[in-house]
Every structure is written in C-alpha cells, then in structure tokens.
C-alpha cells in the first residue's frame, strides 16, 4: 500500500525494540522505494505532548491508513531518570 507523506499511519504488528506496539500512530516521513522489494517508510511517533519517542523505518506492509472506526487510546510507559 501507498502512503502520502506526513499523514497519519497506524502500526499493525508491535515493535519491542522501540516500545512501539500495534494500533500506534506514527506519521510517515519519507519513502524509500528499491528495486525488487516493497516500498519502506521512515515514520516518526509521537507522545501526547509531541515529544518524539521513536523514528523508525518499516516495510508498509505494516502499516495502514487509519479509519473512522479507529479509537485513539493512552497507555503509559515507564519513564527511565
């Protein structure tokens, strides 16, 4: 699938790594097209107050368009001091 850049995309498989988890909403911030395999985007996540928490670079085969039946929810991270 196809995305516009800086729109919203919505996260389908958890990514540990970066704390992220499926149904977070990232914006895609550039595409990278190879020849030979799909299209990956380089997506920037956000907290509430739009401190970024994670930049990452997917396969869009991991993300989709969010919908009018998307709910955005609040979960809390441990915070490391």
Known sequence: MDFE???DVVLLQDIPEENLRAGDIGVAVDRHDIE???PGYSLEFFD???ETIAVVTLAGSLLRVPTH?????????AISA
């Open 5 to 7: 850049l800086y729109t």
């Open 36 to 38: 030979g395999i799909e």
């Open 48 to 50: 509430m107050l739009g």
């Open 69 to 77: 039946a998307d709910r955005p929810t609040v979960r809390s991270e």
